[in-house]
Structures are given as structure tokens and as C-alpha cells.
């Protein structure tokens, strides 16, 4: 499961097995209590949620706009 950031505590990251066939490019949120999925392409946008609240989800789906070009740089060169 390669990390590609971290934020306030909370590791982004994406598992090294997507399924067959891969789903489109997203990265996971985690923390001690809570998961996230979010989509990356053509918008951002959450996929899954178990336990972040709303005003966390919006300040994360910032988070992941501001590193959107890092995630599909990493998830291209770990799936090429």
C-alpha cells in the first residue's frame, strides 16, 4: 500500500491491488478512526466514507485537488 502523502495525521495512500480490471485513478484516506475513497479523475469527488464527518470530507477533497498531479504521477508510475 504505497503512501503518497500524509495530512494532518491522515495517511493517502492506494492499495497495491485495485481489482482486475484496475479502477480509475483515486487515493484513500485513513486515519485511526475513519477511511475514505476519493476519486481523482475527471474531479475530485468521495467514493466512500466510513466515519470522517462532512466539514473533514470537504477540507480533504481540498487536500487531494492541491495534490492531484502528485497522486496521478505516483499511481501511473507504480501501476506502468
Known sequence: ???VFRYK???FFFYS???NPREPVHIHAFS???EAKFWVLPEVRVA???GFDR???VELMQVVEAHRDEIERTW???FS
Open 1 to 3: 500500500m504505497p503512501t
Open 9 to 11: 495525521g491522515i495517511r
Open 17 to 19: 491491488n485495485e481489482g
Open 32 to 34: 485511526n478512526s475513519a
Open 48 to 50: 466512500d466514507n466510513a
Open 55 to 57: 466539514r473533514t470530507l
Open 76 to 78: 501511473n508510475e507504480y
